[in-house]
C-alpha cells in the first residue's frame, strides 16, 4: 500500500521564506545527501503547503532516497493541490527518472537490466549516467546489453568508456558488441587497433571477422599500397579484408588483386574475391567458372556461379544447377539465398528448382528468389503460406552479405530480449506475412489470423525497437480487421501486433481493456506495445501505472511515460 505523504506541523520555522526551504533542499541533492533533503522538504512543505516549487523538491529528494512509493503519494497530493503544474512535463519526467533510478540500485541482476534498458529508449540525456555505469557492471551480460545500447547514442563519454572496453574487456561476446558499437558510432582514431587485432593469430575467427566489418564500414577509398600490403599478408583474415575494401569502395581499378585472391588457398578469402568480382560486374575467367562447376567448399563453388550467371546466364544456370540439386539440404537453402541476389538472371532456375525441391527451407529461398522479381507470385505465395502453416521450427535469416538464407534458427538467449529466439522467429514470420499482403495473395488474412492464434506475440520493448520494421498499411489493415474477432485471443494478438508492428492508435481501446485481469506478463507487453504509439491520451494510464506493487512494472511504466511525454 503507498505510504501517504504527511506534513508534519512544526511550533517553529526555521525557514525565513520558501526560497530560503528551497535552497537548503537543493544543497543537500547537491552534495548527494539525499535523506537530509526529505527531512528539509517534510519540513519545507509543513511551513509553505501551497508553494509548488516546494512540492516538486520534495518529489525530488525522494526519487533521489529511492522512495519511489512515497514519491507518487506526494505526486498525487500535489496534483490535487495544482493540477496543472503537477502535470507539467518537467514534472512527471522527474517522477519516472526517479521510479529508473530505483531499479538501477535494486539488488536483482533483472531489475538493474531493465532499468537500464528503460532509461536507453526514452533517447535522454539523463540515460547516459544509466549506460555508463552499466558499461562497468560486473556482470558480463548487462555489459554486452548496455554496449549495444550505448551504441544508439554519440555522447563522447560513452565512446570514451567503450575505447577502454575495446582494449581490456577480457569476455569475448562482451568484445563483439563493443567492436559493433565501433562501426556503428564511426570510432575511426580506432582503425590502427582493429587493424592490428585483425591480423592477430591469437584472436579468434569471430573477431577477426567482426573486426573486418567494422573497418570496411569506416572507409570511402583505400589507397593501392595499403591493398597490396594486406593482399599480401599471411594473415587470411587481412586478405579477406582487402578483398571486402574493394568491393566495398567499388575500387575497379584494384580488381587484380581480387583475380590472384581467387586462388588463395582459404576459402573465406576466395570467396569473398568472388562476391567482389560479381559487385563490380567483372567478367567471369576460366578459374572462376571451374570454381563454380567443381569447388570443394560450397560457399566458394555458390558465390563462383553467381558471378558467372550475372555474365553468362545460359553457362552459369547449368554450374548453378550442380548446388541447387547438393545432397545437403543446407548448401540447396545458400545456393536458393544466392539466386535471389542474381536478380533476372536466376528466374528461370529458380521457376525449375521450385517444382523439383523437397526441403521447406529450399522451397521458400526459391520463392523468395521469385518473388523478388514479381514472378511466379501464386506460386511462390504458396510456398510461403504452406511453409507459415505446417512449419512449427523456429526460423531465421542468416546474413552473408549479398544473401540472406532462410533457415532454421540457431540463435541462443539474448537477456537484453525476453524470448529471443521466438522474437526472431515472429519477426521472420511477419515479414513473410507482410509479403503475402503486398502481393494482394487472397490466402493473406488467413495467413495472418492463423499466426496470432498459434503465436503468442512477443516482439515488444527493445526487440521492437531494433528488429522490427513497419508493416505495410496493406498489412496493417488486414490486422485491424482482426479486432472484430469473436475470439478474445486473436483480438489480444492483433492489438499487441497493430501497436508495435503498425503503431496504430486505433489498437488502444483494446489494450487498456484487456490490461486490468491481464496477467504480469502480458501487462507488460502491453505497456511496451503503448510505447511503439507513443499516444499523450495514455497518459493518465500510465500515471496510475506508477503506483503498482511490482517495481517492474512501475519501471516500465515509467520508461513508456517519457517516451510518450517527447513523442
Known amino acids: 500500500m503507498l505510504k501517504v505523504w504527511v506534513l508534519f506541523l512544526l511550533p517553529i520555522s526555521v525557514f525565513a521564506s520558501p526560497d530560503a526551504a528551497s535552497k537548503r533542499i537543493q544543497a543537500h541533492l547537491l552534495v548527494g545527501d539525499a535523506a537530509t533533503a526529505v527531512e528539509e522538504a517534510k519540513e519545507g512543505l509543513s511551513n509553505y503547503p501551497d508553494e509548488p516549487r516546494l512540492y516538486e523538491l520534495g518529489m525530488k529528494s525522494l526519487g533521489a532516497a529511492g522512495l519511489d512509493s512515497e514519491m ?93 572496453m575495446f582494449q581490456k574487456e577480457t569476455v569475448l561476446e562482451v568484445r563483439l558488441e563493443v567492436i559493433k558499437a565501433i562501426s556503428k558510432l564511426r570510432m575511426e582514431n ?9 591480423g592477430d593469430p591469437k584472436i579468434g575467427a569471430k573477431e577477426k571477422l567482426m573486426a573486418i566489418k567494422a573497418l570496411v564500414n569506416f572507409r570511402e577509398s583505400v589507397a593501392r599500397t595499403e591493398l597490396e600490403m594486406l593482399a599480401g599478408s599471411r594473415r587470411a583474415a587481412l586478405r579477406q579484408l582487402a578483398c ?47 570454381l563454380a562447376q567443381k569447388a570443394r567448399d560450397p560457399q566458394v563453388g555458390v558465390t563462383a556461379g553467381w558471378v558467372w550467371i550475372l555474365a553468362e546466364p545460359q553457362f552459369g544456370e547449368k554450374a548453378f544447377g550442380r548446388w541447387l540439386a547438393h545432397k545437403n539440404p543446407e548448401v540447396q537453402a545458400f545456393a536458393a539465398s544466392a539466386l535471389a541476389a542474381a536478380g533476372p538472371y536466376g528466374v528461370e532456375l529458380a521457376r525449375t528448382y521450385l517444382k523439383k525441391a523437397k526441403d521447406p527451407y529450399v522451397q521458400a529461398n526459391l520463392a523468395l528468389a521469385l518473388i523478388g522479381r514479381r514472378e511466379e507470385c501464386t506460386q511462390a ?83 521492437a525497437e531494433t528488429l522490427l ?56 507487453k502491453i505497456l511496451e506495445s503503448l510505447g511503439r504509439i507513443g499516444d499523450r491520451d495514455t497518459i493518465p494510464f500510465l500515471l496510475e501505472r506508477l503506483k503498482e506493487p511490482s517495481l517492474v512494472i512501475r519501471m516500465i511504466a515509467a520508461s513508456i511515460l517519457i517516451q510518450t511525454l517527447n513523442s
Not at 502535470?87 to 537500464?116: D, F, N
Not at 588463395?264 to 567471369?284: E, S
Not at 540457431?410 to 537484453?416: D, F, I
Request: hydrophobic share 40%.
Open 190 to 198: 580506432l582503425m590502427p587497433e582493429l587493424i592490428a587485432r585483425a
Open 469 to 524: 520494421g513497419e508493416g505495410d498499411e496493406t498489412a496493417i489493415d488486414h490486422v485491424r480487421v482482426l479486432l472484430d474477432e469473436n475470439d478474445s485471443q486473436i483480438r489480444v494478438e492483433a492489438a499487441l501486433v497493430l501497436a508495435t508492428w503498425g503503431r496504430d492508435p486505433t489498437a488502444i481501446p483494446h489494450l487498456l481493456a484487456v490490461y486490468p485481469n491481464a496477467d504480469r506478463h502480458l501487462q507488460i
Open 381 to 463: 505465395c504458396q510456398v510461403l503460406e504452406t511453409l507459415l502453416g505446417n512449419n512449427d521450427e523456429k526460423w531465421m535469416v542468416v546474413e552473408g552479405g549479398l544473401f540472406e538464407t532462410l533457415t532454421k534458427c540457431s540463435v541462443t538467449h539474448n537477456p537484453a530480449i525476453p524470448n529471443y529466439p521466438e522474437v526472431v522467429n515472429q519477426t521472420v514470420r511477419l515479414q513473410f506475412l507482410n509479403l503475402l499482403a503486398i502481393l494482394e495473395y487472397p490466402g493473406a488474412q488467413e495467413a495472418i489470423k492463423t499466426f496470432l492464434k498459434q503465436k503468442q506475440w512477443g516482439v515488444t520493448g527493445l526487440a
Open 72 to 164: 507518487v503519494a506526494l505526486f498525487e497530493t500535489f496534483h490535487a493541490r495544482f493540477p496543472e503544474k503537477a502535470m507539467e512535463q518537467e514534472v512527471l519526467e522527474q517522477m519516472c527518472w526517479g521510479i529508473l533510478r530505483k531499479g538501477q540500485k535494486a539488488p536483482g541482476l533483472s531489475s538493474q537490466l531493465i532499468s537500464i534498458i528503460g532509461a536507453a529508449l526514452t533517447q535522454d540525456m539523463f540515460a547516459v549516467e544509466f549506460l555508463l555505469k552499466g558499461l562497468q557492471h560486473s556482470n558480463a551480460q548487462i555489459r554486452s546489453v548496455c554496449v549495444q545500447l550505448a551504441s544508439m547514442y554519440g555522447d563522447q563519454p560513452l565512446k570514451d568508456r567503450l575505447t577502454q
Open 244 to 290: 571486402e575494401a574493394i568491393t566495398h569502395c567499388e575500387q575497379k581499378e584494384d580488381v587484380d588483386l581480387l583475380h590472384n585472391l581467387v586462388d588463395d588457398t582459404h576459402p573465406d578469402v576466395q570467396a569473398a574475391a568472388l562476391k567482389g568480382l560479381g559487385v563490380l560486374r567483372i567478367t567471369p575467367t576460366e578459374k572462376i567458372k571451374q
